[in-house]
């Protein structure tokens, strides 16, 4: 604040073009017509530049990014301009700026203005850190995403395009090979009976057309097919001690193992909000989740992580990959992909670290808001009972996300230790198999309707022939 006998500027008032008062109306058109043009025109150039292949040079994405800054240029200040024209005047909040008024430079820049003020700048700063290097970032991501777009994915003439990948495996393991393949392959064959069991008993099933028991079903379907996009080839690396596949099936092996993962994402963070509705709100379950609301839910988690994982997908087609082909793990995830690419992978990295806030970390805090309700609420409940009750509806819907999240958290958070390499392929496997495998049994084991369910299932397909 200023001192009393000084009144401290708390905003500055714009006064405009006070000598035209009598022609704002023609004005403010004018004025309103042109920046329509500007919008409309830069932004077509940019788009017919980003879709157009045959402008994919140089001089088109120095004119598109020259357009984007015309856009992003006129729209800092018409807006305020034609405000002003139309209401004569206008006003900005500002800074606080009391005594000093001296600025040692022959300019006003950014820095003297805020070593002058008397207000707190450190949002200020911040905010113009983040913006040059969100300028940094955006403008290398054109360059780069173009450049890859444009690549036809051939190396130089004195190098060789790889057509396969060579998949190590465990090799460490070689002396048990054979347990560790009976286990693998006896794991896999429950995670496939128990997932496809499932799926099958809420198809029939007529007491469990429920939308609960309908996001279980989806849920196993993704596990069933999860687990076989990477399983089969994890058990022929392990039995052969080595493995390969074409390029272009590494990648798509990694886009459904990534896109099956989204999906799983979604599908609890769905069932999260079931179990609250159930149990926050029991009285409007009905209405706000109805069948065809619920089935709304799956096809949109399958679409968006169908949307999602195909961007970074399409990139990854197109980058370069020379000379090396040698995978040291079981199958084709991103990390292991990138460092076989002679291409710059810079875009792609970004892409995922956006991918994973999307679909993992905005769900993970869905679910945490969600069940936060859900304690909340339970506790509230005046009989004990009652609060069992109400839990028990819940728990096996937070087990299964505790085993998720869990696994992710170990995946990518928790340290390595010494022997990264190794731990990594085995936090993979865990990963890998964990979910599918669990999901079936806890269901299963704790919840009666399902049971109910599966022994009609059996005793129709079994006794009745």
């Given at each position: 604040?200023?001192e ?39 932004l ?77 700048t ?24 173009f450049?890859?777009?444009?690549s036809?994915?051939?190396?130089e ?10 998949l ?7 002396n ?63 039995w ?5 596949l ?67 997908v ?9 000379d ?16 076989l ?9 970004w ?11 905005l ?11 859900i ?33 992710l ?14 731990a990594?392929?085995f936090k ?13 049994l ?6 009666k ?17």
């Amino acid at each position: 604040m200023c001192e009393d006998n000084h009144t401290t500027v708390t905003y500055v008032l714009l006064l405009g073009f006070q000598n035209l008062k009598s022609f704002k109306i023609p004005l403010f058109v004018i004025l309103l017509l042109v920046y329509i043009v500007i919008l409309v025109g830069n932004l077509l150039v940019v788009l017919t530049v980003l879709i157009a292949k045959n402008l994919r040079h140089p001089m088109y994405i120095f004119l598109q990014n020259l357009a984007l800054s015309d856009f992003l240029f006129s729209s800092v200040v018409v807006p305020q301009l034609l405000y002003i024209t139309w209401w004569e005047t206008g006003q900005l909040l500002m800074l606080k700026f009391c005594d000093s008024n001296i600025i040692d430079h022959f300019f006003c820049d950014l820095s003297p203005i805020l070593n002058l003020s008397s207000s707190d700048t450190s949002v200020i700063i911040w905010s113009t850190r983040f913006k040059d290097i969100s300028v940094v970032f955006i403008s290398r991501s054109f360059y780069i995403g173009f450049e890859i777009l444009e690549s036809p994915g051939m190396c130089e003439d004195n190098h060789t395009t790889v057509t396969y990948v060579l998949l190590l495996g465990f090799q460490d393991l070689q002396n048990f090979k054979i347990p560790l393949f009976v286990i693998l392959l006896l794991v896999y064959i429950v995670i496939l009976v128990g997932n496809l069991l499932v799926v099958l008993t809420v198809l029939i099933a007529k007491n469990l057309r429920h939308p609960m028991y309908i996001f279980l079903q989806n849920l196993a379907f993704c596990d069933f097919l999860f687990s076989s996009v990477v399983v089969p080839q994890l058990l022929y690396v392990t039995w052969w001690e080595t493995g390969q596949l074409l390029m272009v099936g590494c990648i798509f092996q990694f886009y459904m193992y990534s896109f099956l993962g989204i999906v799983q994402s979604f599908l609890l963070t769905v069932m999260a909000y079931d179990r609250y509705l159930a149990i926050c709100d029991p009285l409007r379950y009905s209405s706000l989740l109805s069948i065809k609301h619920c089935h709304q839910l799956v096809y949109l988690s399958w679409s968006l992580a169908f949307v999602l994982d195909s961007v970074e997908v399409i990139f990854i087609f197109h980058l370069k990959f020379c000379d090396s082909n040698i995978i040291d793990h079981f199958f084709c995830d991103l990390s292991p992909i990138l460092e076989l690419a002679s291409s710059d992978t810079f875009i792609i990295i970004w892409q995922d670290l956006f991918l994973s806030v999307i679909a993992i970390l905005l769900p993970f805090l869905f679910v945490l808001v969600s069940y936060t309700c859900i304690v909340i609420t339970i506790l509230n409940i005046p009989s004990i009972t009652g609060r069992k009750k109400a839990f028990s509806t819940c728990s096996t819907h937070l087990l299964l996300v505790v085993i998720y999240y869990g696994a992710l958290i170990a995946l990518y958070l928790a340290p390595s230790g010494d022997n990264s390499h190794n731990a990594n392929k085995f936090k993979s496997l865990i990963n890998m198999v964990m979910n599918p495998f669990s999901n079936p049994l806890i269901y299963s084991v704790r919840n009666k309707e399902l049971v109910r369910g599966f022994k009609t299932f059996i005793h129709r397909q079994l006794w009745t022939k």
